[in-house]
């Protein structure tokens, strides 16, 4: 149990210090704790913990719940068409180039690189919702395309 408060600990510690670092790089403050946690976890070795994939799933079922209260049904009705290719080249890009560049260059098997792609497709929507809300853009029609995708 006190290694489970200890690792808990550090990655709060960890979002703290991805929180200055972006303040002071000028990036979003979800690029930064990406990046930071990604390194953090593999050097840490938190790979194959549940723990760390129950925290995960919660912090995506967090995101998504957020993401879907800033979106009201009208404003979505209102620019669907826009929504819906931003959303799409949002999600299949990263996802296209991860894919390739996984299975092309590394030489990871098929379905290893699809998932690569899948987990990057999707944290790239999580990195364009939390920089609309850094960037005060949620109340702007191009905030609302942008949460809405």
Do not use: C, H, K
């Not at 979002?15 to 704790?33: E, F, I, K, N, Q």
């Not at 959303?87 to 699809?114: E, I, K, M, N, R």
């Amino acid at each position: 149990m006190d290694n489970l408060w200890l690792a808990a600990a550090g990655w709060v510690g960890l979002a703290t210090l991805g929180s200055l670092l972006a303040g002071w790089l000028g990036v979003p403050v979800a690029l930064a704790d990406l990046a930071l946690g990604a390194a953090a976890g593999n050097l840490m070795g938190f790979q194959d913990q549940q723990w760390m994939a129950f925290v995960a799933g919660l912090g995506s079922i967090g995101l998504t719940f957020l993401a879907g209260a800033e979106v009201t049904p009208d404003v979505l009705r209102a620019n669907l068409r826009a929504s819906l290719a931003i959303g799409a080249a949002s999600f299949f890009t990263p996802f296209a180039v991860v894919w390739a560049v996984s299975a092309l260059l590394l030489g990871w098997a098929t379905p290893a690189a699809q998932m690569a792609g899948i987990v990057l497709g999707e944290t790239s929507v999580a990195i364009v919702y939390m920089t609309t809300l850094e960037a005060g853009l949620a109340g702007q029609r191009v905030g609302a395309v942008l949460l809405g995708a």
